[in-house]
Each structure stands twice: as C-alpha cells, then as structure tokens.
C-alpha cells in the first residue's frame, strides 16, 4: 500500500482465539527499495473455561447466615494461571448487585469465596462467578439463587383438598417442604410427621 | 496490389532519403548501443530509421530479428548509411540480419534503415545495436554470471583484456536441452573486429583462445539464427583476471553452483608442480550434470581437461607455467545443473604467496568501513595495491609500497562490483602479482524495527481480534517510506495471507 503511515488495523478475518499467527511487513522507499521483512508470530488469547457452580445449587435454602460460593475450577488453553470473580444480587435482573470480589486465587479443584456481607433471612439471592486468565475474562456460569434461613422454619401447609366419592375417608395434603429439606444440606430431613385432631384427639400418622 | 507494394516502397525510401540529406534531425528516434528497439512494418514496404552517434574507426554490430520466429515470412533487412548519406554495409536474412565486424569510416550521425527485404511483408522486428567501444546490455565482468534475456534480440557485455592474456566465455541457455535457443557468442576486438565466434546447441564457449589487443573488448550473445527465444547465462572469466569462487589452495574444496553456468576459481602453481583437480557431483548418480574440468595455464593456454558422468579428474599433469592458474568446472553438455565438488591439490602442497582476502571473495559488503587485507606467506616487504570497480581498468594502484597487509578504503559506491590485487614486492627485487578478487557493495535498504501487533498486549495472550500493527521505519540514507505491505497468516507461508 502507498502510504508513508507506520501503522495499520488489521482488517481480515477476525483473529481465532487459540490460534497462533505470523505477521510479516515490509517498507520501500524513495528509491523504491523494500527492505526486508520484518517478522513475529503471536498467538490470540484463549478465554478460560466457564467454571461450574457447585454451591449453593440452583434454589437452595441455607441454614447458615455464612454463606460460601463454591465453583469448579475452570481451565485455560494457555494454562495461565486464574482467578475467579463471584457476585451476588438480589434480584433475578441481577442489576442490583449486593457483593462481589474479583481475583480469587484458584483453589487446588475448586475455588470459593465467603460472601462477605450480612444477607437477610429469608430473602432470594442470585450469584455467578466467572474465571480470569490475566489478559480476558471467561464467560459467566448460569446464574443460581439460593435463601438464607437460619431460623427454624417448619413444614407449611399449603392446602387440604378432599379426595371425592369415597364417602369422606381420604383427604390430600400439600405443604411446603422444610428449608432444610434438601439434598445438600447439611441438615437431614427423614421424616415428616402429619397430625391430624378429631375432637380434640391427635392421632400420629407416618409418611407423607 | 503488386502495384501498391512498389509505391509503398518508392514512397518509404524517399522518405528515408530526404533525412538522410544534410544533418539528420533529432526527431529521428535515437538507438543507443547496447540498445534493442522493436519495430513494426504494418504494411508492404512500411521502413523504419534510426540514428547513431559513430566514431571514425568503431566497430558496430547492428542486428535486426524478426520477433515471430520461423513461421512468419519477415526477412530483416537492415542498411547502415553513413553520415553523408553514403550507403556503408548492409544485410538481409531469412530471420535475423546481421552487419558486424565492420569499422565504421566517418564521425557523425549513422542512420539504420530497417525493412522487409522484398517490402512484401509486414510483422515487426527488433532492432538491436552496439557500437565499439560503447554501451552494453549487461554488464558481465571476470568470473560473473548474468542472465541475457534472447527474446528475439542480442545482449552485449564487455570486459577489459589485455593482449596476450586469455579468456574464456561461455553462453549457456538456461532452459536445459528443452528448449531450442541455440546459443552464439561473438567477441570483438576493441578496435571492432570481430576476434572469434562459437555457438553450440546448449552452450557455446570461447576459450584457449589469446587477446591481440589491449582495451575493452566486447561480447555478443544471441541465437545463432534468431528464430527461438530464451535466456541464457553468459559468463565470463579473463586470464589473468578475477574468478566466481576466489582461489584454491592445495587440500581444498569448493562447492561450484552449476545452475546453467559456470564457475571459477584459481590457484597459483609453479612450473614442474604436479596437480590434482577433482570435480564431482554432489547429487551422485541421480542427476545428471556431467562434471567437466578445464585448466587454463596462466597465459590463457587450455593446459589440460577433463569430463565424466560423475566425476572427472586432472592428475598426472604437470605444470608448464608459473603463475595463477585458472580452473573452470561446468556441465559438460551444458544442458544440466548441479553441484560440484571440485577439490585441489597440488605437489608439493605449497602455499600461494598471497591468500586469504579480506573482504572474502565474492563477499556483499557495506559501502563504508571495508579494509582490505590479506596473507602474505612469502614475506613481501612491500604491496601495492590496485583497486576499483568494473568499469576502470586496468585498475589503478591506489596505494604503493605499503608495509602493512591492510589498507582501509574511504567510502564506495553501492550496488558496484569492486575488483583488487596486490603486487607484492620481494628485497630480491622480484614482483608477483596476487590473484584478482572482487567484492560486491550492496545499496542499504530501508529497514523496520520495532515491529509490534497489539500495542501494549501481550504477543502472546492476544485479545484484540482486529489488532493494530505497528512498526517503526529506518533508512540509512534517510529516504522517505512510500509504501509498505503487512500480511498475516496461520503459518509462514506468506503467499496465503488473511490480509
């Protein structure tokens, strides 16, 4: 190209992460002398893997008001070292962040973070993290939510529905499920007990 | 139509006669020597003219070549006329006319008429000339090779020779025994006469062959009939004179690129010594270059030969001459290319008295800086030195009666093929004259430094996808950048660029 300009935007193709290129250049001059090329290879950045959330899953209601963001490491083509961002919001839009932290050094296969703020009881939040290999950030781990409720929080009602045309012998039951009732959690829900009064008298039933 | 052919020619040659009247005018195109001009005949007796400036005693050789080989009917004429208008040679022939070895006998402006013989025909024609001593197409010194390109022309050279010395010339056509030009090499004498000629199917060669005259000799190269196209490799070493490879001490070896030509080399033998000379090539039994020795004595005598399909060998030969031999190693056929390997070794192994250049033989230098030395093995207690480029020989002495081997030049020309030698000075009183070397100056280029993608990213963990290129320009001679190319690839094959 005619120019006396020493500089340019490359304007082929979009570079591909991973890819290792080679870029070679050359100038003339007044006595329409090239010189000879001038030559690098550089490589395009890789972005690290989405890292996976391992804790609290997607809805989880957590007995502890210390609460801990666990990831899954992520991993980088480059191998360059990482570190992880968490952030947490309290709504679902996520656009009104509650905390977050940046630069998490990697844990030997799993990377957490303590929330480092007092979260309200019985209040959903929402939390991603996402890996950083020193030169880009990776893409962000789906967003998961999880409640707070260190209180004790029994079994909720929610209806009682008669079972029709068995001369009044069955009724069904819904309730909501205890918020330790979860498969992670480090309280165990065995059983659930049902009461039910007929003139004043309890009588214990088993199951659900 | 018959009729019509007449009238054009009548009507051309008037006008060929009125400019030849008087002073020719300078609207005439001009042709210089070593110049090739194409000319068209449109139609049925259609001449052209040009002009040249001739001295009284130079040598010309003006060819005319029509340009579509056998199958066109074009017979080339071409007329010299003298400056008074006086018809002085001319030459007609089915392909390509020649006048040559011919002198010319007034000072003034010649003028070349060229035409169809019988003015029946039409096509074009180049028009090649050059006068003696004059300008030439290439410029081929001692031990160079240079590419001539015979696309239906001739291409000229010249070299410096001095009477009694030897030379050998050799024309190679480049395409191997696939094609059909069929090189000719014509050498004239500085006074214009044609000295000799040689022309073979491949490759023609001047050698074993003395200089009558001192002064710039010129050569000729073309196709010996000047139907078929192609380049050949003309080269050319003078004896005394300087060589492709630089000289050979006794145990070594060299690699001699035969790529349609030949190479050189020399070594410095006194009578009665034997040698041995070994060419052999490099590929084994799988190419075909057929090795070919020839030594030349340092009179320019053929001393001795020898060829073989893959190695050919001097021995049990000995010397008749004292002084710098010449060692010429080709194909024999010419028809092939290749390696060789050519070693030498001479009894007993003496040493030269001189060896050992600096810059080395060949050697591409910078302009600025260059000192010249050398290896003096038999204890000279004074050197001479004689330097300068192709065009001024015989080369001046430059500095006399040094004591040291070492002598720094101020700065040179760039692009410019520069030859030296030492005379070198004994108490004894006696004087030998060291081998010729020659070095190249290269013209420096402009350069980048700095070049960078990215800006401040790191070229390794890159992020930008359409990044920017930077470089930063340097030029020793301070010239301007005019353009640059940037390519960018996925490997370092640069003819496939994403930009």
Redesign the interface.
């Known amino acids: ?15 591909l992460d991973g ?27 890789s972005l690290p893997t989405i890292p996976v959330g391992l804790s609290p899953y997607n809805g989880q209601i957590l007995g502890d008001s210390i609460v801990t963001l666990i990831v899954s490491n992520s991993t980088d083509a ?1 191998g ?1 070292t990482l570190t992880y961002s968490f952030v947490v919001y309290s709504n679902s839009l996520m656009d009104s962040l509650v905390t977050s932290v940046t630069g998490m050094q990697e844990g030997t296969d799993s990377t957490s973070w303590q929330v480092d703020v007092l979260l309200e009881e019985e209040w959903p939040y929402w939390w991603r993290a996402r890996a950083y ?4 950030y990776g893409e962000w781990m789906s967003v998961r939510s999880f409640i707070v409720n260190t209180e004790y929080s029994p079994p909720i009602i929610k209806s009682i529905t008669d079972i029709p045309n068995d001369q009044g012998r069955q009724v069904r039951i819904s309730w909501y499920a205890s918020a330790y009732d979860a498969p992670q959690d480090t309280v165990t829900i065995t059983e659930y007990c049902l009461w039910r009064r007929i003139d004043s008298l309890g009588v214990g039933l088993d199951g659900n | 139509m018959k009729r019509n052919i007449e009238l054009w020619r009548i009507v051309g040659l008037i006008g060929v006669i009125l400019t030849l009247a008087g002073t020719p005018t300078m609207a005439q195109p001009v042709i210089h020597s070593g110049e090739t001009i194409s000319y068209t005949i449109s139609f049925p007796g259609a001449v052209g003219s040009y002009i040249f400036y001739g001295e009284s005693g130079n040598g010309v050789v003006i060819v005319a070549t029509e340009t579509g080989g056998s199958n066109i009917f074009l017979e080339p004429e071409v007329r010299l006329y003298a400056p008074s208008g006086v018809l002085d040679a001319t030459a007609w022939d089915e392909t390509q006319a020649m006048i040559d070895d011919h002198n010319l006998a007034e000072t003034g402006w010649y003028t070349i008429v060229v035409k169809d013989y019988e003015g029946d025909d039409t096509g074009t024609l180049n028009l090649s000339s050059v006068t003696i001593p004059g300008e030439t197409s290439m410029g081929v010194v001692s031990g160079q090779s240079m590419l001539g390109n015979i696309d239906y022309k001739i291409e000229s050279s010249a070299f410096y020779g001095e009477a009694g010395g030897g030379v050998v010339i050799v024309a190679t056509e480049t395409g191997g025994s696939s094609i059909f030009l069929e090189p000719e090499v014509r050498l004239y004498a500085p006074s214009g006469v044609l000295d000799t000629t040689a022309w073979d199917n491949t490759q023609a060669m001047i050698d074993d062959h003395n200089l009558a005259e001192t002064g710039w000799y010129t050569i000729v190269v073309k196709d010996y009939e000047g139907d078929d196209t192609g380049t050949l490799n003309l080269s050319s070493v003078t004896i005394p004179g300087a060589t492709s490879m630089g000289d050979i001490v006794s145990g070594q070896s060299m690699l001699g690129n035969i790529d349609y030509k030949i190479e050189s080399s020399a070594f410095y033998g006194e009578s009665g010594n034997g040698v041995v000379i070994v060419a052999t090539e490099t590929g084994g039994s799988s190419i075909f270059l057929e090795p070919e020795v020839r030594l030349y004595a340092p009179s320019g005598v053929l001393d001795a030969t020898a060829w073989d399909y893959t190695q050919a060998m001097i021995d049990d030969h000995n010397l008749a001459e004292t002084g710098w031999y010449t060692i010429v190693v080709k194909d024999y056929g010419g028809n092939d290319a290749g390696i060789l390997d050519f070693s030498f070794a001479k009894m007993p192994p003496t040493l030269p008295p001189i060896m050992n250049p600096n810059p080395a033989n060949g050697d591409t230098v910078d302009i600025a800086g260059i000192v010249l030395n050398w290896d003096d093995n038999w204890g000279a207690i004074a050197y001479d030195i004689h330097f300068g480029s192709g065009g001024q020989f015989p080369l001046p002495m430059v500095a006399e009666s040094l004591t040291a081997n070492s002598y720094p030049l101020p700065p040179q020309e760039y692009d410019t093929y520069y030859f030296w030698y030492i005379m070198l000075k004994y108490d004894n009183g006696e004087e030998i004259q060291g081998p010729y070397w020659w070095f190249l100056t290269y ?1 420096p ?5 700095d ?4 800006g401040s ?7 930008t ?9 340097s ?1 020793p ?1 301070t ?14 094959d ?1 003819a496939v660029a ?2």
Do not use: C
């Open positions: 190209m005619s120019s006396s300009d020493s500089s340019v935007t490359y304007a082929g193709d979009s570079l890819e290792t290129y080679y870029l070679r250049a050359r100038v003339k001059n007044t006595d329409d002398l090239w010189s000879s090329g001038a030559s690098l290879s550089f490589r395009m950045n480059e360059d290999d020193g030169f880009e | 013209h280029h402009p350069f980048i430094t070049l960078d993608i990215g990213e790191d070229i390794g963990h890159l992020v996808h359409h990044p920017l290129i930077t470089w930063s320009y030029d001679e010239l301007a950048q005019t353009a640059y190319q940037v390519q960018v690839g996925t490997d370092d640069w994403e930009m």
